[in-house]
């Protein structure tokens, strides 16, 4: 896929380092072989975010100095370096001052000490995990936000002269905390993106879908997105600014990354578009991307029930193609107005792992699996071929007819995510891992794909049901139930993982 239309905004990260200073006299050099250690934790992360790196913390006035100088940076998390034994006093004022989610390195830089060798003052460059239960305990009774990431350093080569051999940078130890150290980075970015964030809502709600109603003052509240309320006839206004070559352009996108149909041998309802149906469609397409510049959105969720016949009914009929490009550049939009489902599409899109509009669509209990889709749009970025373009008669349980899009997410690991609304008005995450398979699917201008999880289709939906999900979710590639967690967590959400528990 081309260039998103509207990249992510990366995370800001607080960094600092923690110690004790009588340890500073004691020991020559050990307070910069900890600042050391800081700087290459630096480094690893400013792959993934902007890191505002303050430093050692070893009393309360630094710790102070330290919150203000976070703030001034408006940082979206703090990771606090355990780099020795540390005095939960001399640094609780950081995140007291910066009111950010705390996340604790505890990683030490040898896999083993030199046992015969090692000095005390060589001791205390290891003896990170002293303090942890420290911080644990006071970050609980002051009510902070905190996580742990336990492990390796990880150094790719020494920063300091030591008797141990500190290069631990491909260790399972040291591989498994980088990884959740750049999932925590990753979450804060989805976070800050969010909070600066517009959703255009396109027309209304399936009416009668109950599911979907949602309050976008909830949404701003809690996601951090703008809520931007659109009418049809923003989008009316600007088809006719299209040109023909804006036209023949999108139409040359649409053939690089669609296949266009024949009539399917299944459904009569799904014939091989017409040239009638491309042209409009890819108007409606140039229109739309329009729509979404000139509103500066991040993502779009619609739908549009009027007057049969009338101007808008036509131009909703051309909205499936034209809404899977936009979602395949990072514009995720969702259908019939389902305002929660398009931020479960938006977080998945960051994380770079997709989001697909989908819900179930049947189970196949031969196969032991559930067929998740939806009559689009669709995420063409992780499907498994190219994506087939078909004419459908009439949209099943909605208005008009036009060009469709039948397409299935490519074989391998996928994760559910969806978002929903509790009883007393809190957005929750309910989410699923399981593994996409090649089984069959139909051949009506919908996309689908068949899954199946470590439970089957009977279970799954005995435990999913009760969670109380929306009947639609976002489909994603890879398993991503530990990177949504994190995103939960940093937007204090009530997070649900249906069947076994995923790695935190």
């Known amino acids: 896929m081309r260039e998103p239309i509207k990249p992510g905004l990366p995370a800001r990260i607080g960094l600092y380092s923690i110690g004790h200073p009588h340890y500073w006299t004691q020991f020559e050099g050990l307070r910069e072989r900890l600042i050391a250690y800081g700087k290459f934790i630096e480094r690893r992360v400013s792959q993934w975010g902007e890191v505002y790196n303050f430093g050692m913390v070893d009393t309360e006035a630094k710790a102070r100095e330290a919150g203000e100088w976070f703030n001034r940076h408006n940082v979206d998390i703090l990771l606090c ?65 905190f996580h742990v990431v336990n492990g390796l350093l990880g150094l790719d080569a ?96 649409v053939r690089e990354f669609f296949v266009i149909s024949e009539d399917s041998p299944a459904d009569p ?78 977080i998945s899109d960051l994380l770079g792992v997709g989001g697909s509009y989908c819900e179930i669509v049947a189970s196949d209990f031969e196969d032991q699996t559930v067929i998740l889709g939806h009559d689009g749009p669709f995420h063409i970025a992780i499907a498994r071929e190219k994506p087939i373009l078909r004419g459908m008669g009439l949209y099943h349980g909605k208005w008009g007819s036009g060009v469709s899009v039948e397409a299935r997410v490519r074989t391998g690991p996928v994760t559910t995510l969806g978002v929903t609304q509790t009883h007393d008005g809190r957005l929750k995450m309910i989410v699923k891992e399981g593994t996409a398979t090649d089984g069959e699917i139909l051949r009506i201008g919908n996309t689908m794909t ?55």
């Open 81 to 145: 370096h355990a780099a020795t034994y540390a005095m939960s006093a001399s640094h609780i004022a950081v995140p007291r001052i910066c009111r950010r989610p705390v996340v604790v390195l505890n990683l030490q830089p040898a896999a083993r000490m030199n046992y015969a060798e090692t000095t005390t003052g060589e001791w205390l460059s290891q003896c990170v995990a002293c303090c942890v239960p420290e911080i644990a305990n006071a970050m609980t009774r002051s009510r902070i936000p």
């Open 450 to 504: 068949p899954v199946k999880f470590d439970i089957g289709p009977v279970e799954l939906m005995d435990e999913w049901f009760t969670l109380g999900p929306t009947h639609h979710f976002a489909m994603s590639v890879g398993h991503n139930a530990s990177a949504f967690r994190k995103v939960a967590a940093l937007l204090e959400w009530p997070f649900e993982l249906v069947g076994a528990a995923a790695p935190r």
């Open 269 to 346: 309802l799904a014939k091989k578009p017409t040239a009638e149906q491309l042209d409009w469609s890819c108007t409606v397409a140039v229109a739309l991307e329009k729509l979404v510049r000139e509103h500066d959105l991040d993502a779009l969720t619609y739908y549009y029930r009027g007057a049969p016949g009338n101007e808008y009914e036509r131009i909703q009929e051309a909205f499936i193609l034209g809404l899977s490009l936009l979602t395949g550049r990072g514009i995720p939009c969702s259908g019939e107005g389902d305002v929660k489902t398009g931020v479960a599409m938006k």
């Open 158 to 253: 020494p920063v300091w002269p030591s008797k141990a051999d500190e290069v631990t940078y491909g260790h399972p130890d040291a591989v498994k905390a980088w990884r959740k150290i750049e999932e925590w980075v990753r979450a804060a970015g989805v976070v800050r993106t969010l909070r600066n964030g517009r959703m255009g809502v396109l027309g209304h709600t399936y009416p009668g879908m109950l599911d979907m109603y949602s309050d976008f003052t909830m949404i701003t509240a809690q996601a951090g997105m703008h809520v931007e309320i659109l009418e049809m006839c923003d989008l009316a206004r600007l088809i006719p600014t299209v040109t023909q070559g804006e036209k023949d352009e999108k139409l040359a996108e």
